[in-house]
């Protein structure tokens, strides 16, 4: 298995309902699973699922004090595709699961260490990422993002990757440059080092093929993989994975992860 098929394919949820069993069996398959939605499809779930209290757990308290109605549907629609991917992956009841959060916003699973957990939205979009044998980044955009080449390529490219781009049409190059931030942005999620890790100092290779070391040559062959999406026409879906090496386990507990949150120049830059 090549290195982006090591990781699972997004799969369009259409609402509690799912469709789940695309996503049992990617980690029947690969030990991972990718799941992405809107916010609005969830809406309906939202506002009148009776077991709502219950499936929030202990966010139950923040979404009640949440006054903005918006910013409040928004937030349970997050939590709900969080709960009930992590349990069509792991085949269990979502109010079984308590979703608890890191330094710096991550969600893990409390009691399952072993399942690694990742979760991005933007605009309208909502995806999640579950692993349960290694460690897992999620990160979108909106395809149609304009960037300035010239003012952030520097704060996200390594010299290798800015050569590589520096053949392209301008239009391709920000392009390109858009799904490098994305791609990156994912790898530092699953590191759990938000724009810590610096962006320019890690290679990721021609097309993002896989880390590579200062001279070049692979780095850690074989355990990074990272895969790009566009869905619902209009995002850039980037997911980076950790193979934690033989699947030993199907549902129980996996390392914990920090996480430094979004902070940084890059960050400033991107407004």
Known sequence: MNDAARISPPVHVHGPGGPWHPVRADMARTGNAVVHTTWGEWLSAALTDPALC????RDWQRYRRTSDPAVRHRFVASRLVTKYTAAAALDTDPTELDLAYKIGGRPYLRGLDRIDVSLTHTEELIAVG???????????EPAGRRLDFELLSGHIATPAELHSMSVLSER????ELLKLWTVKEAYSK????????????????ADCSGLLAPDGTPAARGAWAFSTHRVLGRYLLSVARHDG???????????????????GGVAELLG
């Open 54 to 57: 219950p499936l929030l757990g």
């Open 130 to 140: 579950v692993s349960r044998n290694g460690r897992i980044g999620i990160d979108a």
């Open 172 to 175: 391709a190059r920000e392009t």
């Open 190 to 205: 699953a590191l759990g080092q938000g724009l810590r890790l610096g962006f320019s100092e890690s290679d990721l290779g």
């Open 245 to 263: 090496g033989p699947d030993v386990s199907r549902g129980t507990a996996v390392r914990p992860t920090l996480d430094g949150g979004f902070t």
